[in-house]
């Protein structure tokens, strides 16, 4: 079906965007884009339109807004308020303020469709789920556009939306199934570094081809508002001309903005002690918040020196009824650049510490704070990315790290040009200790909206032709197989890992097939358990491993359930063969088709998010 507009939705952590294409308006790689303004809430009662939406959701009280204050060009849901106006409202009341809703969606330890946020609040405070509050984020963003676009909805036309590079199936599979609760039909995920490049090959305006060449590898450094994504982009060739293939990704790493403002946050709690004022719990959550907003105001314009920081009294014995300080440029770029972006050497890999035995439950954040560190341990993880890749041209076998030979920021937190400097000095730094020569900068136009604008041009280059970057599957994933072996008093059956999916494979391709029979259990309660590697490239489907290194594989959420034994016994052992398929959002569908029997048509499919069936 043809369609007007290509579409691109960063669905952000802090922050949401909307650009589009119009397709009619483009010839070749000539592409115009457009950023779609967001009419939302910016004070009770005023509307404005911005590029981009706060990923924010405030439950209200009752009593707290007047119905004429959340008043938006459409029916709005009641008891909810999303944009800036639920930022700054969750700045005062932060205990009614949903935020980082992305990083709880990509959460295995909890019901993503279960009412948790805000996290730990008394009974009286509403809650939402991760996923519904996605949803609430798209549809404002549907809203806005159908008002814009009335005879050309967005369901009806060609969306990318973009998740983290690191995202497993089962968070892809969330994101997707928010997207079509909008109603969107013509869907596609897209990891958003890939999104950032997309967009920096849009703005050459079809000289990237001149700013690149064969055997260059493109390191995307990706710190958003809960994460940091790292991926490598080779440049390759093939029949003369020059093309980009992603060959690693990082594993997910819940480490970025969310962070750094908790780290502020702290800060200013310490400069408020000395001075006699002490902070509750709620009050730091507000702190966080007020921390974040000021230094998106410092990391933004340069010319400012300090933002205040106002944080709600508990008493009634502060005048006006707050608590006021500031937070200095100096103090945001100090904790910020050494804190976050220490130098240290390419062996320098992220510290594990031991953890408390019981702990809250919350999300599983990174444990070493130092990017560099995390960005250390993948680049020494990826050194033979791509010693087997075609058309590419190897320049160090030797190396005990993949050298970059260009780098390439997004994310709102690199609009601080002091920490992207600090960033490259430390890459080319490791690599003059190997003798390699520096990687050079990738100028990127616009750090807060590259994501949304690369993924329009995506969804416009996908339909009507143009540079492309390969990639396939970020991981290679296995089932575990358990070996048959006689009961053993305190030990459990072998466990094997299956290759079922290997990596790059495309998207939307045709399924694949273990040439292996297994046994499938029926008609009673068993586990699936799934891994993914990043770094194992060569396992090829029905590669059975019997061993792998600790770093090599990570075990996924695993899938409790109960297949249908049909005329069959309970526990009967089914002889199948088995066979995966990667849908065009990334959704990993695992089938079991029986050998045996008159049930040809009889299989049993699952995908990661947890659920299974006929």
């Given at each position: 079906m043809s369609t007007r507009f290509a579409i691109g939705i960063d669905l952000g952590t802090t922050h949401s965007a909307l650009s589009y294409v119009e397709v009619a308006k483009c010839e070749g790689e000539e592409v115009e884009q457009k950023l779609m303004p967001i009419p939302q809430l910016v004070d009770p009662g005023s509307v404005e339109e911005r590029t981009m939406l706060p990923s924010f959701l405030y439950l209200p009280h009752p009593d707290e807004l007047r119905p004429a204050d959340l008043g938006l060009p459409w029916p709005a849901p009641p008891g909810q308020v999303i944009g800036e106006l639920a930022r700054k409202q969750g700045a005062n009341t932060p205990i009614r303020l949903v935020s980082s809703a992305k990083s709880w969606l990509c959460?295995?330890?909890?019901?993503?469709?279960?009412?948790?946020?805000?996290?730990?609040?008394?009974?009286?405070?509403?809650?939402?789920?991760?996923?519904?509050?996605?949803?609430?984020?798209?549809?404002?963003?549907?809203?806005?556009?159908?008002?814009?676009?009335?005879?050309?909805p967005l369901g009806e036309q060609d969306v990318t939306v973009t998740v983290p590079a690191s995202f497993d199936p089962a968070a892809r599979e969330l994101t997707a199934e928010a997207a079509r609760a909008i109603g969107v039909e013509n869907l596609v995920l897209l990891e958003e570094p890939q999104a950032a490049l997309y967009s920096w090959v849009n703005d050459s305006k079809g000289k990237w081809r001149q700013e690149v060449k064969v055997g260059d590898i493109i390191l995307v450094v990706d710190v958003g508002g809960g994460t940091s994504d790292f991926s490598l982009i080779a440049v390759t060739e093939q029949d003369g001309a020059l093309e980009l293939?992603?060959?690693?990704?990082?594993?997910?790493?819940?480490?970025?903005?969310?962070?750094?403002?908790?780290?502020?946050?702290?800060?200013?709690?310490?400069?408020?002690?000395?001075?006699?004022?002490?902070?509750?719990?709620?009050?730091?959550?507000?702190?966080?918040?007020?921390?974040?907003?000021?230094?998106?105001?410092?990391?933004?314009?340069e010319s400012l020196e300090l933002v205040p920081v106002v944080v709600p009294s508990r008493g009634a014995k502060l005048i006006g009824g707050s608590i006021r300080t500031e937070l200095t440029r100096d103090e945001v770029t100090a904790i910020l650049i050494d804190g976050f972006f220490p130098e240290v050497a390419v062996t320098d890999h992220p510290a594990q510490r031991a953890r408390g035995a019981i702990t809250k439950m919350g999300l599983p954040f990174a444990q070493d704070p130092g990017v560099t560190r995390h960005l250390a341990a993948f680049l020494s993880k990826q050194a033979g990315a791509t010693e087997d890749l075609e058309g590419f041209v190897e320049h160090a076998h030797w190396a005990t790290f993949l050298h970059p030979t260009a780098v390439l920021f997004n994310g709102g937190v690199f609009n601080a040009g002091a920490l992207r400097e600090r960033v490259l000095t430390v890459i080319n730094q490791w690599l003059a200790a190997e003798d390699a020569p520096p990687a050079r900068l990738l100028e990127s136009n616009d750090l807060d909206l590259a994501v949304a604008r690369g993924a329009a041009f995506f969804a416009y280059v996908r339909r009507h032709g143009g540079v492309r970057i390969r990639g396939g599957t970020s991981h290679s994933y296995y089932v575990g197989v358990e070996r048959s072996m006689p009961a053993i008093p305190g030990m459990e059956p072998e466990l094997h890992a299956l290759c079922v999916v290997p990596f790059g494979l495309e998207e939307g391709s045709e399924p694949v097939s273990a040439p292996q029979e297994f046994g499938l259990v029926v008609g009673e309660p068993v586990r699936f358990r799934f891994f993914g590697s990043s770094v194992r490239h060569d396992d090829q489907v029905g590669d059975l491993l019997e061993e792998?290194?600790?770093?090599?594989?990570?075990?996924?959420?695993?899938?409790?359930?109960?297949?249908?034994?049909?005329?069959?016994?309970?526990?009967?052992?089914?002889?199948?063969?088995?066979?995966?398929?990667?849908?065009?959002?990334?959704?990993l569908e695992l089938t079991a088709i029986p050998l045996l029997g008159d049930e040809a048509h009889w299989r049993v499919s699952f995908n990661t998010r947890g659920q299974a069936g006929e």
């Open positions: 959460h295995p330890d909890v019901d993503r469709k279960a009412p948790i946020l805000p996290p730990e609040v008394p009974a009286e405070i509403p809650q939402v789920s991760p996923f519904d509050a996605s949803v609430a984020f798209l549809t404002h963003l549907r809203e806005a556009w159908n008002g814009l676009h009335g005879f050309d293939t992603r060959v690693a990704v990082g594993e997910h790493i819940l480490l970025g903005g969310d962070n750094m403002d908790l780290t502020l946050a702290h800060l200013v709690k310490q400069k408020l002690k000395a001075q006699g004022v002490e902070l509750d719990r709620w009050q730091l959550q507000a702190l966080t918040h007020g921390c974040r907003i000021a230094k998106e105001r410092l990391l933004a314009d792998w290194a600790e770093d090599e594989l990570e075990e996924l959420e695993e899938i409790q359930t109960n297949l249908p034994a049909e005329k069959r016994k309970r526990g009967e052992v089914v002889p199948v063969r088995l066979q995966a398929s990667v849908s065009e959002v990334g959704t």
